[in-house]
Protein backbone atom coordinates (compact mmCIF):
# COMPACT_ATOMS: atom_id res chain seq x y z
CA UNK A 1 0.00 0.00 0.00
CA UNK A 2 1.61 3.30 -0.73
CA UNK A 3 1.87 6.41 1.48
CA UNK A 4 -1.41 8.03 -0.20
CA UNK A 5 -3.99 4.83 0.52
CA UNK A 6 -2.04 4.41 3.87
CA UNK A 7 -3.20 8.62 4.63
CA UNK A 8 -6.62 8.04 2.82
CA UNK A 9 -7.32 5.03 5.28
CA UNK A 10 -6.56 7.17 7.95
CA UNK A 11 -8.60 9.77 7.50
CA UNK A 12 -11.75 7.70 7.12
CA UNK A 13 -11.15 6.05 9.97
CA UNK A 14 -11.35 9.51 12.25
CA UNK A 15 -14.13 10.35 10.67
CA UNK A 16 -15.96 7.36 11.54
CA UNK A 17 -14.75 7.54 14.89
CA UNK A 18 -15.82 11.71 14.97
CA UNK A 19 -19.70 11.09 13.24
CA UNK A 20 -19.70 7.92 16.11
CA UNK A 21 -18.98 10.14 18.84
CA UNK A 22 -21.79 12.16 17.19
CA UNK A 23 -24.08 9.54 17.50
CA UNK A 24 -23.82 8.79 20.70
CA UNK A 25 -24.23 12.42 21.88
CA UNK A 26 -27.17 12.91 20.45
CA UNK A 27 -29.07 9.29 21.93
CA UNK A 28 -27.50 11.39 25.15
CA UNK A 29 -29.96 14.34 24.32
CA UNK A 30 -32.61 12.37 23.17
CA UNK A 31 -33.17 10.53 26.34
CA UNK A 32 -36.27 11.49 27.83
CA UNK A 33 -36.74 13.85 31.16
CA UNK A 34 -36.70 12.12 33.90
CA UNK A 35 -35.94 8.52 33.11
CA UNK A 36 -33.56 6.78 35.04
CA UNK A 37 -29.98 5.55 34.24
CA UNK A 38 -28.99 1.83 35.20
CA UNK A 39 -26.12 2.47 38.29
CA UNK A 40 -22.52 0.92 37.18
CA UNK A 41 -22.68 -2.68 38.42
CA UNK A 42 -20.32 -2.04 41.23
CA UNK A 43 -22.42 0.22 43.16
CA UNK A 44 -24.38 -1.44 45.44
CA UNK A 45 -28.54 -0.93 45.88
CA UNK A 46 -29.68 1.07 49.23
CA UNK A 47 -30.67 -1.60 51.91
CA UNK A 48 -32.39 0.64 54.14
CA UNK A 49 -34.18 4.11 54.13
CA UNK A 50 -34.71 6.06 57.37
CA UNK A 51 -37.85 8.32 57.57
CA UNK A 52 -38.64 10.29 61.12
CA UNK A 53 -41.82 11.51 62.29
CA UNK A 54 -41.68 14.55 64.41
CA UNK A 55 -44.90 15.25 65.91
CA UNK A 56 -46.39 17.75 68.82
CA UNK A 57 -46.41 15.67 71.53
CA UNK A 58 -46.39 12.42 72.78
CA UNK A 59 -50.09 12.20 74.78
CA UNK A 60 -52.34 13.51 72.55
CA UNK A 61 -53.79 10.27 70.89
CA UNK A 62 -54.37 11.87 66.85
CA UNK A 63 -49.76 11.19 66.79
CA UNK A 64 -50.12 8.07 68.70
CA UNK A 65 -52.58 7.23 66.28
CA UNK A 66 -50.17 8.99 63.41
CA UNK A 67 -47.16 6.95 64.94
CA UNK A 68 -49.05 3.92 63.99
CA UNK A 69 -50.11 4.67 60.70
CA UNK A 70 -46.11 5.79 59.76
CA UNK A 71 -45.06 2.18 61.39
CA UNK A 72 -48.09 0.01 59.31
CA UNK A 73 -46.89 2.02 55.98
CA UNK A 74 -43.23 1.18 56.40
CA UNK A 75 -44.10 -2.02 56.81
CA UNK A 76 -46.44 -2.18 53.97
CA UNK A 77 -43.95 -0.40 51.69
CA UNK A 78 -40.83 -2.17 52.68
CA UNK A 79 -42.50 -5.49 51.50
CA UNK A 80 -44.10 -3.71 48.41
CA UNK A 81 -40.67 -1.89 47.67
CA UNK A 82 -38.23 -4.77 48.74
CA UNK A 83 -36.52 -2.94 51.20
CA UNK A 84 -36.44 -1.83 54.66
CA UNK A 85 -38.01 0.98 55.27
CA UNK A 86 -37.11 1.95 59.07
CA UNK A 87 -39.29 4.66 60.52
CA UNK A 88 -38.03 6.70 63.77
CA UNK A 89 -40.24 9.00 66.15
CA UNK A 90 -38.81 11.98 67.65
CA UNK A 91 -41.74 13.97 69.49
CA UNK A 92 -41.32 15.86 72.16
CA UNK A 93 -43.65 14.50 75.69
CA UNK A 94 -45.09 18.03 75.91
CA UNK A 95 -45.53 20.70 73.13
CA UNK A 96 -42.69 22.12 72.62
CA UNK A 97 -41.49 24.54 69.31
CA UNK A 98 -37.67 24.30 70.13
CA UNK A 99 -37.27 20.88 70.79
CA UNK A 100 -38.94 19.87 67.86
CA UNK A 101 -35.52 21.85 66.26
CA UNK A 102 -33.19 20.28 68.14
CA UNK A 103 -34.76 17.01 66.77
CA UNK A 104 -34.58 17.47 62.97
CA UNK A 105 -31.39 19.06 63.76
CA UNK A 106 -30.37 15.73 65.59
CA UNK A 107 -31.88 13.60 62.89
CA UNK A 108 -29.80 15.67 60.34
CA UNK A 109 -26.70 15.15 61.53
CA UNK A 110 -27.81 11.36 61.80
CA UNK A 111 -28.50 11.28 58.08
CA UNK A 112 -32.06 10.47 57.91
CA UNK A 113 -33.77 10.19 54.39
CA UNK A 114 -36.55 12.11 55.09
CA UNK A 115 -38.86 13.69 57.68
CA UNK A 116 -42.43 14.54 58.30
CA UNK A 117 -42.72 17.05 60.98
CA UNK A 118 -46.33 18.55 62.71
CA UNK A 119 -45.03 22.52 63.31
CA UNK A 120 -45.77 23.33 66.73
CA UNK A 121 -44.75 26.76 65.49
CA UNK A 122 -44.09 27.40 61.88
CA UNK A 123 -41.81 29.78 62.20
CA UNK A 124 -39.47 28.28 64.59
CA UNK A 125 -39.44 25.17 62.82
CA UNK A 126 -38.94 26.95 59.55
CA UNK A 127 -35.21 27.46 59.33
CA UNK A 128 -34.26 23.93 60.77
CA UNK A 129 -36.62 22.94 57.94
CA UNK A 130 -34.96 24.66 55.34
CA UNK A 131 -31.10 23.91 56.65
CA UNK A 132 -32.03 19.58 56.54
CA UNK A 133 -33.49 20.35 52.89
CA UNK A 134 -30.22 22.07 51.95
CA UNK A 135 -28.32 18.77 53.21
CA UNK A 136 -30.68 16.68 50.67
CA UNK A 137 -33.03 15.51 53.25
CA UNK A 138 -36.70 15.09 52.04
CA UNK A 139 -38.94 17.35 54.55
CA UNK A 140 -42.56 17.43 54.63
CA UNK A 141 -45.17 18.41 56.86
CA UNK A 142 -48.24 16.75 58.18
CA UNK A 143 -50.89 18.12 60.69
CA UNK A 144 -49.69 21.86 61.04
CA UNK A 145 -48.08 23.41 58.49
CA UNK A 146 -44.73 25.90 57.78
CA UNK A 147 -45.80 27.11 54.55
CA UNK A 148 -43.08 29.45 53.97
CA UNK A 149 -40.07 26.91 54.45
CA UNK A 150 -39.06 24.54 51.59
CA UNK A 151 -40.90 21.43 52.84
CA UNK A 152 -41.82 19.59 49.59
CA UNK A 153 -45.33 19.08 50.57
CA UNK A 154 -47.92 19.11 53.32
CA UNK A 155 -50.84 16.65 54.36
CA UNK A 156 -53.52 16.99 56.33
CA UNK A 157 -56.66 19.17 57.38
CA UNK A 158 -58.03 22.17 55.44
CA UNK A 159 -58.05 24.07 58.74
CA UNK A 160 -59.76 27.08 57.60
CA UNK A 161 -62.43 24.36 55.49
CA UNK A 162 -62.41 22.79 58.96
CA UNK A 163 -63.16 25.82 61.16
CA UNK A 164 -66.26 26.98 58.73
CA UNK A 165 -67.65 23.25 59.02
CA UNK A 166 -67.67 23.37 63.25
CA UNK A 167 -68.97 26.98 63.37
CA UNK A 168 -71.84 25.98 60.20
CA UNK A 169 -72.84 23.01 61.81
CA UNK A 170 -73.18 25.06 65.51
CA UNK A 171 -75.16 27.35 64.40
CA UNK A 172 -77.81 25.01 62.38
CA UNK A 173 -77.93 23.20 65.83
CA UNK A 174 -78.55 26.46 67.28
CA UNK A 175 -81.52 27.45 64.93
CA UNK A 176 -83.30 30.79 65.04
CA UNK A 177 -82.61 33.57 66.88
CA UNK A 178 -80.15 35.25 68.46
CA UNK A 179 -77.15 33.31 69.71
CA UNK A 180 -73.54 34.19 71.38
CA UNK A 181 -70.88 31.52 70.22
CA UNK A 182 -67.89 30.71 71.66
CA UNK A 183 -64.53 29.36 70.33
CA UNK A 184 -61.87 27.43 72.16
CA UNK A 185 -58.04 28.77 71.02
CA UNK A 186 -55.67 26.11 72.43
CA UNK A 187 -52.09 26.76 71.17
CA UNK A 188 -52.32 30.41 69.79
CA UNK A 189 -48.83 30.12 67.96
CA UNK A 190 -50.10 26.96 65.92
CA UNK A 191 -50.94 28.29 62.24
CA UNK A 192 -53.82 25.07 62.22
CA UNK A 193 -55.48 26.88 64.92
CA UNK A 194 -55.13 29.76 63.92
CA UNK A 195 -56.28 28.75 60.82
CA UNK A 196 -59.35 27.11 62.08
CA UNK A 197 -60.14 30.16 63.83
CA UNK A 198 -60.37 32.61 61.00
CA UNK A 199 -62.52 30.01 58.84
CA UNK A 200 -64.88 29.60 62.00
CA UNK A 201 -64.93 33.88 62.41
CA UNK A 202 -65.67 34.42 58.88
CA UNK A 203 -68.45 31.76 58.39
CA UNK A 204 -70.04 33.81 61.59
CA UNK A 205 -70.05 36.79 59.81
CA UNK A 206 -72.24 35.41 57.33
CA UNK A 207 -74.59 34.94 59.94
CA UNK A 208 -75.73 38.96 61.58
CA UNK A 209 -77.84 36.89 64.44
CA UNK A 210 -74.90 35.25 65.35
CA UNK A 211 -71.97 36.73 68.18
CA UNK A 212 -68.69 35.16 68.31
CA UNK A 213 -66.53 35.72 71.45
CA UNK A 214 -63.39 34.09 71.88
CA UNK A 215 -61.26 32.38 71.49
CA UNK A 216 -60.10 31.60 74.84
CA UNK A 217 -56.49 30.45 74.69
CA UNK A 218 -55.59 27.27 76.98
CA UNK A 219 -52.76 25.01 76.85
CA UNK A 220 -53.53 21.99 74.71
CA UNK A 221 -54.14 19.75 77.76
CA UNK A 222 -57.03 17.95 78.46
CA UNK A 223 -57.20 19.85 82.28
CA UNK A 224 -56.44 23.45 81.44
CA UNK A 225 -58.97 23.17 78.16
CA UNK A 226 -61.78 22.08 80.21
CA UNK A 227 -60.80 24.58 82.94
CA UNK A 228 -61.09 27.23 80.53
CA UNK A 229 -64.37 26.10 78.58
CA UNK A 230 -65.88 26.30 82.35
CA UNK A 231 -65.02 29.46 83.27
CA UNK A 232 -65.59 31.21 80.12
CA UNK A 233 -69.17 29.38 80.57
CA UNK A 234 -69.16 30.72 84.36
CA UNK A 235 -68.48 34.35 83.23
CA UNK A 236 -70.75 34.27 80.41
CA UNK A 237 -73.93 32.25 80.97
CA UNK A 238 -75.54 33.70 77.67
CA UNK A 239 -73.08 31.62 75.76
CA UNK A 240 -75.42 29.48 73.97
CA UNK A 241 -72.82 27.60 71.23
CA UNK A 242 -69.32 26.27 71.24
CA UNK A 243 -68.12 26.14 68.07
CA UNK A 244 -64.78 23.41 68.94
CA UNK A 245 -62.26 23.84 66.52
CA UNK A 246 -59.82 22.15 68.81
CA UNK A 247 -61.41 19.58 71.43
CA UNK A 248 -58.97 19.36 73.94
CA UNK A 249 -61.66 20.13 76.59
CA UNK A 250 -62.91 16.98 75.43
CA UNK A 251 -59.97 14.55 76.24
CA UNK A 252 -61.27 14.79 79.81
CA UNK A 253 -64.95 13.85 81.48
CA UNK A 254 -65.10 16.65 82.86
CA UNK A 255 -67.89 18.43 80.68
CA UNK A 256 -70.37 15.37 80.50
CA UNK A 257 -71.57 16.47 83.56
CA UNK A 258 -72.99 19.20 81.15
CA UNK A 259 -77.18 19.09 80.32
CA UNK A 260 -76.91 17.96 77.24
CA UNK A 261 -78.55 19.81 74.83
CA UNK A 262 -78.84 23.16 76.61
CA UNK A 263 -75.22 24.87 75.08
CA UNK A 264 -74.91 23.40 71.55
CA UNK A 265 -71.53 21.72 70.65
CA UNK A 266 -69.76 20.61 67.71
CA UNK A 267 -66.26 19.53 67.75
CA UNK A 268 -63.28 18.73 65.67
CA UNK A 269 -61.83 15.23 66.44
CA UNK A 270 -63.21 11.71 67.35
CA UNK A 271 -61.26 10.45 70.38
CA UNK A 272 -62.30 7.39 71.79
CA UNK A 273 -62.30 9.60 75.05
CA UNK A 274 -64.89 11.89 73.19
CA UNK A 275 -67.46 9.38 72.03
CA UNK A 276 -69.36 9.53 75.16
CA UNK A 277 -69.97 13.02 74.43
CA UNK A 278 -71.87 12.36 71.83
CA UNK A 279 -73.60 9.08 72.93
CA UNK A 280 -74.56 11.40 75.97
CA UNK A 281 -75.54 14.06 73.51
CA UNK A 282 -73.60 16.89 75.72
CA UNK A 283 -72.36 16.72 72.12
CA UNK A 284 -74.15 16.84 68.67
CA UNK A 285 -71.31 15.60 66.24
CA UNK A 286 -67.90 15.38 66.01
CA UNK A 287 -65.83 16.15 62.41
CA UNK A 288 -62.79 13.54 62.74
CA UNK A 289 -59.31 14.12 60.73
CA UNK A 290 -57.96 11.16 59.50
CA UNK A 291 -55.03 11.25 62.15
CA UNK A 292 -53.87 7.40 61.65
CA UNK A 293 -53.31 8.89 57.77
CA UNK A 294 -51.21 11.66 59.02
CA UNK A 295 -48.68 9.23 59.53
CA UNK A 296 -49.48 6.40 56.90
CA UNK A 297 -49.57 8.83 53.87
CA UNK A 298 -46.54 10.84 55.19
CA UNK A 299 -44.70 8.21 54.84
CA UNK A 300 -45.99 7.25 51.52
CA UNK A 301 -45.27 10.47 50.13
CA UNK A 302 -41.69 10.25 51.86
CA UNK A 303 -41.13 6.86 49.74
CA UNK A 304 -42.26 8.50 46.51
CA UNK A 305 -39.88 11.15 46.50
CA UNK A 306 -36.54 9.72 48.05
CA UNK A 307 -37.54 6.07 46.51
CA UNK A 308 -39.20 6.71 43.66
CA UNK A 309 -37.84 9.91 42.89
CA UNK A 310 -41.54 11.53 42.49
CA UNK A 311 -42.98 14.84 43.26
CA UNK A 312 -46.94 14.56 44.72
CA UNK A 313 -48.86 16.19 42.59
CA UNK A 314 -49.28 19.03 44.44
CA UNK A 315 -47.70 20.76 46.93
CA UNK A 316 -51.04 20.09 49.27
CA UNK A 317 -52.98 17.57 49.83
CA UNK A 318 -55.79 17.52 52.13
CA UNK A 319 -57.83 14.71 53.97
CA UNK A 320 -61.59 15.22 54.77
CA UNK A 321 -63.25 15.00 58.11
CA UNK A 322 -64.93 12.13 58.76
CA UNK A 323 -68.36 12.87 60.59
CA UNK A 324 -68.80 10.81 63.55
CA UNK A 325 -72.43 10.53 65.71
CA UNK A 326 -74.90 8.58 67.40
CA UNK A 327 -74.85 6.47 64.62
CA UNK A 328 -71.73 5.42 64.07
CA UNK A 329 -69.73 6.45 66.93
CA UNK A 330 -69.50 2.47 67.99
CA UNK A 331 -68.12 1.81 64.67
CA UNK A 332 -65.72 4.54 64.45
CA UNK A 333 -64.59 3.11 68.31
CA UNK A 334 -63.43 0.24 66.65
CA UNK A 335 -60.87 2.32 64.42
CA UNK A 336 -59.11 3.13 67.45
CA UNK A 337 -58.44 -0.32 68.38
CA UNK A 338 -56.21 -0.97 65.65
CA UNK A 339 -54.56 2.76 65.98
CA UNK A 340 -53.64 2.66 69.68
CA UNK A 341 -53.26 -1.10 69.25
CA UNK A 342 -55.63 -2.06 71.51
Known sequence: ????????????????VFVGGLTGCQKTAETPAGSQ????????????VVFAMVAKNQSNPVFQA?????????????????????????TPNEEDAQKQVEYVEQLVTQGVDGIGISCTVADTATPAIDAAVKQGIAVMCFDSDAPQSKR??????????????????????????????AIPGGNQNAANIQNRIRGAVEEAKKHPNVTVKGPYYSKETPQD????????QTANPDVDGWAMIG????????????????????????????LPYV?????????????YQWGYRSVELLADKVI???????????????????????????????????
Not at 6 to 16: E, I, N, T
Not at 69 to 74: I, P, S, T
Not at 153 to 162: L, M
Not at 255 to 273: Q, R, S, T, Y
Request: hydrophobic share 45%; net charge positive; with cysteine.
Open 1 to 16: MNSTSALLRSAVLVAA
Open 37 to 48: TAAPASTPAKKE
Open 66 to 90: ARVGAEDAGRDLSAKLGMRIKILWR
Open 152 to 181: FCFYGTDDVGAGRTIMSETIKELGPGKHIV
Open 225 to 232: AAAKIEEV
Open 247 to 274: SWGLFTDALLKWEPGKVKMVAMDALPVE
Open 279 to 291: RKGVVARLYAQQT
Open 308 to 342: LHKDPKAPIEYSPLLLVDKSNADQFEQNWKKWLRQ
